[in-house]
């Protein structure tokens, strides 16, 4: 037990408290079980592991089945604890032959997909720390070096000096406030790219600046000799950290699947579907394989050169990993906290920036491809059922809802004029006024296709306007009114609705925009319309209907 905490101590990039608080909650309930129920040699092999934990489903089951907790939080304590004792036991199979509570997602909120907003913010910049560090590192780049950052930032310059030491960067927020930092690293002039001159150092410090000046422009000459110097390797790994959630972004893999990733060099790249490559390759005696989009290969190709310089001669057998707090030779295996202080360090760079987590970049990756493809797809991809993507994952972004919701309103109330407004080669139409006649144009997916020749064709046209004022909004529920009287020729409700409901739908939309702009107009035209008195061309209209014996 000491050893695999010791190993998630030197691999995870976790903080000793928060290992201890981790270890309390996984294994305390288990142990304090084993203990008073005659198991204290529980943690002492595979075997006495599989007895106890057992004997502990059992437990929990029982407690589940006298309502004393939940059954998802009996599945959690059942699956934490298997989780620790095969890691300690390297084993996979202590669950065999064991009944576990399945977990109850009947409740469950489906994931939405993070904002578009956040989630370009971040691909921004896991981009720009990819694609920088990677030149430096790979490309044997000197230090100081200029590493470009995303716009969207809106620094006064786009790019941040790099230099090989701890602190390895300074953004401006941070270069603002230096001066109350515990350890503000005058040597280095993270602003201008360089190390700081001596005299300007003594000002600084306040004493002779000549061993900090001496003892940073080596610092930065050995960094630029040694190719393989350790702050090449710390902003190295940053690299890799980075590539890992563009990678999750990019496949949509949940958590586990990515982060034991098993890789083992010779791959092949096939093209299944138009814009994608599925990367082939075999471990463990299996063959392995993930899809990628095409534009995203170029950087996976990158990525497995930043790997070997990383690992040098060492082999390891997962594609993604660790060197731990120190830059230790040996790799380890990538644990979820590397990607959570991964985000903390994001933060340094940009306050703001959420921390997006596994299964939002795959829900943000599922909603993607149902959009584009089609369930079936997104499935095949993510390698769900076609339930568990429609119920899980595809929740829809709330911002992308908010954007659409927000562009059909401006577009109505850019359809609405305000009484009296005036515009240059209009023509008077049925339901309102043309601003080019002859020309239909969409603007966007309408469920019906502008034409001059059809009154409806007016409706769902980019040119079409109308006045909120007596004259259009008469001409309006005069239309409204002609066709519920022809409701009665649909042989049902359901025909009905679908002959008219889309435009039907798309009056009330405006005359809801109408008595917006003047309360009260709508709801007056509409009891005198009910009453007979129509706009002149739909009151002719109706005079035909009604010779003809149409309308009711």
């Not at 996979?92 to 399945?102: E, K, N, V």
């Not at 489906?110 to 490309?139: I, K, N, W």
């Not at 300007?200 to 001496?214: I, S």
């Not at 030779?329 to 940009?350: A, H, K």
């Amino acid at each position: 037990m000491i050893e695999h905490i010791s190993q998630e101590s030197r691999h995870g990039g976790r903080r000793i408290l928060t290992l201890k608080y981790m270890t309390d909650r996984l294994s305390n309930s288990f142990m304090d079980w084993a203990d008073s129920n005659g198991h204290p040699d529980a943690l002492s092999s595979k075997e006495a592991a599989r007895t106890a934990f057992r004997g502990y489903c059992a437990y929990v089951g029982d407690r589940v089945g006298q309502n004393l907790i939940s059954i998802t939080t009996g599945a959690q304590y059942q699956t934490k604890v298997l989780a620790l004792l095969s890691g300690l036991h390297e084993s996979d199979d202590l669950h065999h032959g064991i009944r576990l509570l399945q977990q109850d997602n009947s409740s469950e909120a489906a994931t939405s997909p993070p904002s578009c907003d956040d989630q370009s913010r971040v691909l921004a910049m896991c981009e720009a720390l990819f694609d920088g560090l990677t030149e430096l590192v790979l490309d044997g780049k000197s230090y100081p070096f200029k590493l470009a950052m995303p716009r969207y930032l809106n620094w006064s310059t786009d790019f941040l000096w790099v230099f090989p030491t701890r602190y390895w960067c300074m953004p401006p927020h941070a270069l603002a406030v230096r001066h109350s930092m515990k350890y503000p690293y005058w040597k280095y002039d993270y602003a201008n790219g360089r190390v700081t001159p001596r005299d300007e150092l003594t000002k600084l410090l306040g004493y002779d600046g000549y061993g900090e000046n001496y003892r940073a422009t080596a610092r930065v000459e050995e960094a630029n000799a040694n190719l393989d110097h350790s702050s090449r390797r710390q902003v190295g790994i940053v690299a890799h950290n980075a590539f890992v959630v563009l990678f999750a972004a990019n496949t949509g893999m949940n958590r586990s699947q990515l982060l034991s990733l098993p890789w083992a060099g010779p791959h092949d790249i096939a093209t299944e579907r138009q814009g994608f490559r599925v990367i082939k390759w075999r471990a463990n005696n299996r063959v392995c394989h993930f899809e990628i989009e095409a534009s995203f290969l170029p950087r996976f190709r990158r990525f497995l050169e930043l790997r070997k310089y990383l690992l040098s001669s060492t082999p390891y057998g997962s594609l993604f990993f660790t060197l731990g707090r120190h830059m230790e030779p040996t790799p380890g295996p990538m644990l979820p906290s590397v990607v959570s202080s991964f985000f903390e360090l994001l933060r340094t760079l940009d306050p703001q920036l959420p921390t997006i987590s596994f299964r939002e970049w795959r829900a943000a990756k599922s909603d993607w491809l149902v959009r584009n493809t089609d369930p079936a797809t997104a499935a095949m991809i993510l390698q769900n059922s076609e339930q568990t993507v429609l119920k899980a994952y595809a929740a829809g972004s709330e911002s992308v809802h908010r954007d659409e919701m927000s562009a059909f309103f401006a577009s109505v109330r850019n359809t609405v004029l305000n009484r009296g407004e005036m515009l240059a080669n209009s023509v008077d139409r049925a339901v309102g006024v043309c601003t080019s006649f002859g020309a239909p144009t969409s603007p966007g997916d309408g469920p019906i296709t502008p034409d001059c020749r059809q009154v409806e064709g007016c409706l769902f046209c980019g040119h079409y306007k109308v006045h909120a004022d007596e004259c259009d909004t008469k001409k309006l529920l005069s239309c409204r009114y002609c066709l519920h009287q022809t409701s009665h020729l649909a042989s049902s409700e359901e025909q009905f609705q679908q002959m008219f409901g889309p435009i039907l739908e798309r009056i009330r939309v405006l005359l809801d925009e109408i008595n917006h702009r003047d309360p009260g107009l709508v709801d007056r035209l509409h009891v005198e319309v009910e009453a007979g008195d129509l706009d002149p061309y739909w009151a002719s209209k109706m005079e035909m209907l009604i010779n003809l014996e149409i309308a009711a």
